[in-house]
């Protein structure tokens, strides 16, 4: 179970540590749906490919890739059957109707997962948006948490703010550190 934080309650160094947490996890899991999505891609292309697999085609002539961009002349011989890379460099004789069966639970697949990772980077995103809890705004917390860090910084340096002007600015660059720069306007 996830662990509530009350960042109001954060010092400066402690926010910093929760923003880049935030930020890598949110890295993480785009990262992850993206790689997720160019591999259903690859999928759905080869499912789409598996239809000019009929009849009509055998016989024809076609370019044979033997590298990404080195090909060789072939004919279709036989339109009933293909091999599938299931992965580890081991191939699966299938039908053609077989094969996008395949292909179909293949991409399902990989839609349900993306549907799972989904809500976590939108639960994710909302955190960085300083969403933490129930009406709670980031301007809220922050203007808490920039009381707080004024009156600490007041107490515990020689240099502080001397004019409300300069205390202002100050919380802002914490809100700017925390929020960035969008959430400014709000202010």
């Known amino acids: 179970m996830a662990q509530s934080i009350n960042i109001t309650e954060l010092n400066l160094p402690?926010?910093?540590?929760?923003?880049?947490q935030l930020d890598q996890e949110v890295e993480f899991l785009s990262t992850s749906i993206a790689q997720l999505k160019v591999v259903q891609t690859k999928y759905v292309e080869a499912?789409?490919?598996l239809n000019v697999l009929n009849k009509s085609n055998e016989g024809k002539e076609l370019l044979v890739p033997l590298t990404s961009s080195m090909y060789v002349p072939g004919k279709l011989h036989d339109v009933e059957h293909v091999l599938i890379?299931?992965?580890?460099?081991?191939?699966?004789?299938?039908?053609?109707?077989?094969a996008k069966d395949?292909?179909?639970?293949?991409?399902?697949?990989?839609?349900?997962?993306?549907?799972?990772?989904?809500?976590?980077?939108?639960?994710?995103?909302?955190?960085k948006q300083g969403q933490?809890?129930?009406?709670?705004?980031?301007?809220t917390a922050i203007s808490r948490l920039c009381l707080l860090?004024?009156?600490t910084h007041t107490h515990t340096h020689t240099h502080t703010p001397k004019?409300?002007?300069?205390?202002?600015?100050?919380?802002?660059a914490i809100?700017?550190?925390?929020?960035?720069?969008?959430?400014?306007?709000?202010?």
């Open 14 to 20: 402690q926010l910093e540590m929760l923003k880049n």
């Open 47 to 49: 499912k789409d490919c």
């Open 102 to 127: 395949f292909f179909k639970r293949k991409i399902d697949f990989l839609t349900k997962q993306m549907e799972k990772i989904q809500p976590a980077l939108q639960e994710k995103h909302a955190m």
């Open 163 to 172: 004019t409300k002007n300069q205390k202002t600015r100050q919380a802002r």
């Open 149 to 151: 860090h004024t009156h």
């Open 175 to 187: 809100e700017v550190l925390w929020c960035g720069a969008g959430d400014l306007a709000q202010w």
């Open 132 to 139: 933490f809890c129930p009406g709670t705004s980031c301007k």
């Open 85 to 98: 890379d299931v992965g580890t460099g081991y191939y699966v004789e299938k039908t053609a109707e077989d």
